[in-house]
């Protein structure tokens, strides 16, 4: 063991900081397009529908999660250094593609499933970032750097419909050079300024980041990674194996927390439009409002959590955390007898005031002999009478919403981070990327299902169903925690090389 030196601290710290940056551009590469996916999907191919919108959304996380454990496993053997430039390459190429799908004459919208799908597999290496940093830091400083990650990471998802939103100031149209077959529009524009930041990116690693690992008190050693040959390392430290129990419940729970997030936010607009008949555009504005606002919370308390672990312990806050999650959902079961609006007696009431009952009973795309009014609106609004559960079941009072909106942005960015700090300090000092890279795996699978779970759950069943399960689910995940609790110790505590 070698005592830290100045300059080496130093060094640490600008590549934690480089891998800040990398993490905040993987989440801004997801986020930059997500508002404008579907209608430049409508204006390169007309064949394209709502379902293949889906599948487009999901190759991202796809993506990531066949690509997580396999730059995990590159950075157990091989400087970190490779896999991080290799993955950031093929986001970069993964965006100049995105911004040339208009170019072929047909099947443009594979062209774009596949640029997205690629996005997801640079972004890949997410595992290789937090299992440097968790290599990177010793255990009083972990917490604080997951924390700081975990900010950078939801920083990414903020800002990326920002500068979404700045490069709409360009146009459908913009500027054409047909020399280099590029339109530079507001869909083009986000992908390839992505590309921009990720060749900074790719810079920054060559110049600044270096391979460095401390062990979970803070003393400097020699990495597997310098030199990509593991029998130069020679540390006591390593010996003893790694509790599997909790690396598989910690697995289990931080499925658990994504999945949850990943159905809260994608209810989120239709259960808006369902509930208090806003419109499409009402439904995105208000709810990238409020998502927005989340967000800025989840920043202020992944900055709150560092302070308050060193007090009460990660596995505390992380079953305050779940808890909160857990009242978060069960505030939005329905309740009281105040039903929806329904779709077709809005256009009843709107048009014809005698409507045959197996005609207000049909789906309104169905209904072409209903004239609207001219200062009606030809969308319909309200909950449609398709889902046979918005005639029974009562609403959900906005109240109710916003409440639950606050709590979950509270819950989750503390599950987050606890769940990722926890892992890091179960595995200890052996190599954590294939770990990591199977962490990232779990919660992109949870991220894949959530919307399955929400157009199957909530379209047939409702929202009581709904959010019923997802309160059960949550209600286990914390008889999990309380099973495993004892378990979830550092590496060092549990050989006892280190007090708790």
Request: glycine content about 8%; charged content about 15%; aromatic content about 12%.
């Amino acid at each position: 063991d070698v005592v830290e030196s100045q300059e080496h601290y130093k060094s640490r710290w600008r590549s934690i900081w480089v891998m800040y940056l990398t993490m905040f551009l993987s989440s801004v590469g997801f986020s930059i397009v997500i508002m404008s996916v579907w209608p430049y999907l409508q204006k390169i191919d007309m064949t394209a529908d709502a379902s293949f919108l889906g599948w487009i959304i999901a190759s991202y996380s796809i993506g990531q999660m066949v690509a997580s454990p396999l730059f995990g496993l590159w950075s157990n053997y091989r400087p970190r250094k490779e896999p991080l430039v290799i993955s950031t390459a093929i986001s970069v190429a993964a965006n100049c593609l995105y911004a040339y799908v208009h170019v072929p004459h047909s099947h443009n919208k594979y062209y774009m499933l596949t640029a997205r799908a690629l996005v997801g597999f640079g972004a890949g290496n997410v595992a290789v970032v937090r299992s440097y940093i968790a290599g990177a830091t010793s255990l009083t400083e972990r917490t604080s750097a997951m924390a700081n990650t975990s900010a950078c990471q939801a920083v990414g998802f903020i800002l990326g419909p920002v500068f979404q939103t700045c490069f709409t100031l360009i146009g459908e149209e913009g500027v054409t050079w047909k020399f280099l077959y590029l339109q530079l529009n507001m869909y083009t524009a986000p992908v390839l300024f992505g590309a921009f930041l990720g060749v900074i990116n790719i810079i920054l690693i060559f110049a600044i980041f270096r391979e460095h690992r401390v062990d979970d008190m803070g003393r400097q050693y020699k990495s597997i990674n310098s030199d990509g040959e593991g029998s130069d390392v020679l540390d006591q430290n390593t010996e003893g194996s790694i509790d599997h129990v909790a690396v598989v419940a910690l697995n289990v729970l931080f499925f658990v927390i994504l999945f949850v997030f990943a159905v809260f936010e994608t209810i989120a607009t239709p259960m808006t439009m369902d509930m208090y008949s806003w419109t499409r555009k009402e439904a995105v504005f208000y709810n990238g409002i409020i998502l927005s606002v989340i967000g800025i919370e989840s920043v202020i308390v992944f900055m709150v959590v560092k302070t308050l672990s060193k007090r009460t312990g990660e596995r505390a806050i992380l079953h305050a955390g779940l808890l909160i999650v857990l009242v978060g959902f069960f505030i939005l079961l329905p309740w009281g007898k105040k039903l929806p609006n329904i779709q077709w007696q809005e256009i009843k009431n709107n048009t014809i005031p005698r409507t045959a009952p197996s005609e207000m009973l049909a789906p309104f795309w169905s209904l072409p002999e209903l004239q609207l009014p001219s200062n009606h609106t030809a969308e319909p609004v309200g909950c449609p009478v398709t889902q046979s559960w918005c005639l029974n079941t009562p609403m959900i009072y906005l109240a109710q919403y916003i409440s639950s909106d606050v709590l979950i942005g509270l819950g989750y960015p503390v599950c987050n981070v606890m769940s990722y700090t926890l892992y890091s300090k179960v595995l200890g000092p052996k190599p954590q990327g294939v770990y990591m890279g199977w962490l990232t795996a779990s919660g992109s699978g949870a991220r894949i299902l959530g919307p399955v779970f929400v157009s199957q759950i909530y379209t047939h069943l409702g929202p009581r169903w709904a959010f019923s399960l997802i309160c059960g689910v949550v209600v286990v995940s914390l008889l999990l925690l309380e099973i495993v609790y004892k378990r979830l110790i550092a590496f060092s505590v549990r050989y006892g090389r280190m007090q708790e």
